[in-house]
């Protein structure tokens, strides 16, 4: 790999800021708020920020770069989209879990359902993760879709995934404000409490989580090794000589993306496995 020290220290970086706001929420709920319950009271209400944090962004940030991590590229691919898709079937479920517990208590204390902009774009983030999951599974688990679908497809799953993750960081944003402005009455949001300055920084851990999972996320010379050699076989190809590339396609895997979409295939050796 390319910079494994630049990489380390990203992952370092990322794993710190993830842990940190971890801490930090738990805090938050259990030391300045009323704790942990399930009563449909307040208690109840702070699983939800609770969960949308570890799961919703921290489970969702690791899944999306688990296929970058060099120590398991000698694990099959197969392998490691099965602990891709299950990290995010966790993390939705933990956001599904977060969404019950603030319904839940809006309905006991008839607080209105669904009024802010915050609930908006928070539900909606929770529906298409849903159907990115489902998707995901269809194309890329089920031995049955055929390759060109695959890649065709590959483009869309990754701009989708990083741009629901990174709505998911501003929606949790727009619902930390809204809870200190809320909660916070004597002294008050604007007076700058110990607790304002606490769950702020909380926020700014998070975007700092985002920004280290995007970039990680967004290096080419990071990928799984076959994935790069194709990368830059598809990049250099473009411009003069398009029949060496796509004879090293070929040797290299059925001559399709470079996206798992060799997965339809049998594998035979281990060099095949290491283009799926
Ligand atoms: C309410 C989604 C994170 C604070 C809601 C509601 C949804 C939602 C759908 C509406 C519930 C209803 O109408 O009964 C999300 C999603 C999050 C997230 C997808 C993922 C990051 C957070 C965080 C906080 C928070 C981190 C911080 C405390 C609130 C508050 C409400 C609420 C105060 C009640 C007021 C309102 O409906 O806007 N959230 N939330 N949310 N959420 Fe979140
Ligand atoms: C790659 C997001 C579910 C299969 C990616 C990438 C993102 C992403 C951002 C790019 C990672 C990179 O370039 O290193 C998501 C999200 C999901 C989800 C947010 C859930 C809501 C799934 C599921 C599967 C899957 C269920 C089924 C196996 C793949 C594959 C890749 C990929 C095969 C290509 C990895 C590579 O070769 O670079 N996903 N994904 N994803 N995802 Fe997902």
Redesign the pocket.
Known sequence: MENLKHFLLALCAAAAAGFVSIIFVLRWVLYFKEGLAWDGGLAEFNWHPVLTVTGFIFL?GI??????LPWTWQCS?LM???I??GL??L??VFAVIAMVAVFDFHNAANIPNMYSLHSWLGLTAVIL?????????G???IPVTPVSW?AAF?PL??Y???L??TSVIAVALMGITEKLIFGLKDPKYKDSPPEAIFVNVLGVLLVLFGGLILW???RTS???PS?QILHSLHTNGGSEDNSNVASALSQLSDGSD???AG?ARKRSNKSDEQVN
Not at 129 to 137: C, K, R
């Open positions: 969702q899944a999306i770069i688990v296929y970058r691919k490691m989209k099965f891709h898709a995010n079937l993390a939705f993760y849903g159907l990115q999951l489902v998707l995901g599974v194309m890329y688990l695959r590959m799953h990754v989708s995934g990083l629901l993750f990680i996320a967004t990071w990928k799984r994935d470079a996206y798992g997965d």
